[in-house]
């Protein structure tokens, strides 16, 4: 009972914690995201992986040692035909059977091997390391993609909040303008007509404030699945949208370094691994050497009550050196070879057009990101002016000098002037992402 009492109080505390408020900027996103996006997680293995095989290939060229022992019943011994005449006085071509061996025997020997020299071995040990220093580009790359992701997600999550927050003011100014319009409906100043008309832009923004909060709640639940977040735990975000920064990064006028570029990069390392296997099949033309020692006892007898005695069990033992020196494989190693001069040619290709692409993708991002920062400060004025607009027209009709429709319609200049304004700070601060991660920028390790 006492156990089950502390499995309960525990589990309150965990669904507690799951239903606290956590109030998060888009850097406390990221940097959650960066320590529990499994897809962080899984590169991360591949570099623990990484480093366990550059261990691996390092013992390899360590001393082996083993040790091997057995016991043996010959239950059937080995026999062999001896021709006895050419030791005794039988006549000629005379044979019998003998045994070689004893009904039991048992050995037990340490055997030591130690590498001496093999070129494969020091060249598999540089491309065990080169390939380690590619996972954890790999990994560097999917830091990349989380930063990029939570960031797009965060910025969304927060223009669907603005947005709810402004269907929920537009629809407050309506209800008030209803009610003010049905009084003077009622009054004998407003057609009922007019009062009919402002319930369908209502009626509408109802619909606008269902859509924008179901539109809420899943940005939230995208922004928590890329940051690997629990989707039942409550977020607040607390950036401001004033002060949201879209400005233009600076960008190098020249003697740009694609190397900033975790892809340029990587193809940096995958040329050098081709280069290290070419080298590696080169050095298979050379011979390899190794030493080995063993030292063992081994023992023989038709008594099993002797098998174990001491006196009995005789020791020996071996040193030796052995080489391995190629001679002629088909030509196998040649057309490897040129496999790889032809791969690295490859490379060399793909770093060019990598090249290309990476200023193509640069100027393609600043252009866009110079026309939505353009577009943006368009926006926000037509938000002022749409906002000047019904105002006037809203105090015209109070003053009965407007028209109803006169206000609806600046109603809804004034609600897509502010919902254009929002897609242009998303749209430009989503520019703004990528143009940072074109130049190499946007998360740095």
Request: glycine letters at 4%; proline letters at 2%; charged letters at 25%.
């Amino acid at each position: 009972m006492k156990g089950l009492l502390i499995l309960m109080t525990h589990g309150l505390f965990i669904s507690a914690f799951s239903q606290s408020m956590l109030r998060l900027s888009v850097d406390d996103c990221i940097s959650y995201g960066l320590g529990n996006n499994e897809q962080l997680a899984i590169t991360d293995y591949d570099k623990q992986i990484a480093n366990l095989e550059v261990r691996e290939t390092i013992a390899e060229g360590l001393p082996q040692a083993t040790i091997n022992g057995g016991l043996n019943y010959n239950y059937e011994i080995q026999k062999s035909l001896l021709d006895v005449s050419n030791f005794s006085d039988a006549p000629p071509g005379t044979e019998e059977e003998v045994a070689f061996g004893q009904d039991y025997d048992g050995n037990l020997v340490l055997e030591v091997n130690q590498l001496i020299f093999d070129g494969s071995y020091f060249v598999g040990l540089q491309a065990a390391r080169t390939y380690r220093d590619l996972s954890s580009k790999d990994h560097i790359e999917t830091q990349i993609d989380v930063v990029e992701a939570v960031s797009k997600a965060y910025y969304f999550a927060l223009i669907s909040v603005e947005r709810l927050e402004l269907v929920k003011a537009n629809l407050a100014r309506i209800d008030t303008l209803l009610s003010e319009t049905i009084k003077m409906y009622e009054a004998g100043f407003a057609e009922k007509l007019e009062v009919d008309r402002i319930k369908v832009t209502y009626n509408n923004l109802k619909v606008d404030l269902s859509e924008s909060t179901q539109l809420k709640e899943l940005s939230e639940k995208l922004l928590k699945f890329q940051m690997g977040m629990d989707l039942n735990q409550n977020i607040e975000l607390t950036e401001n949208l004033d002060e949201v920064d879209v400005s233009m990064p600076l960008i190098p006028s020249s003697n740009f370094n694609y190397a900033d570029r975790i892809e340029f990069s990587q193809l940096i390392t995958g040329e050098q691994l081709k280069e290290l296997d070419m080298k590696n099949n080169r050095s298979q033309y050379l011979p390899t050497l190794n030493a080995n020692f063993s030292y063992g006892y081994n023992t023989a007898t038709s008594d099993f009550d002797q098998l174990f005695t001491t006196s009995r069990w005789l020791n020996y033992g071996v040193i030796g050196l052995s080489a391995s020196i190629p001679v002629f494989d088909g030509f196998m190693k040649r057309s490897r070879i040129q496999q790889n001069k032809l791969e690295l040619k490859q490379l060399e290709s793909e770093k060019s057009f990598l090249r290309k692409s990476i200023d193509i993708e640069i100027e393609e991002s600043r252009i866009t990101l110079t026309s939505q920062i353009e577009t943006l400060e368009v926006q926000k004025q037509n938000v002022e002016l749409a906002r000047y607009i019904y105002d006037i027209a809203k105090v015209k009709y109070q003053q009965g000098v407007g028209s109803n429709l006169e206000v609806t319609d600046a109603d809804t200049a004034f609600k897509e002037a502010q919902i254009n304004y929002l897609d242009s700070v998303y749209e430009a601060k989503t520019s703004q992402i990528e143009l940072k991660k074109a130049l190499g920028i946007l998360y740095t390790n």
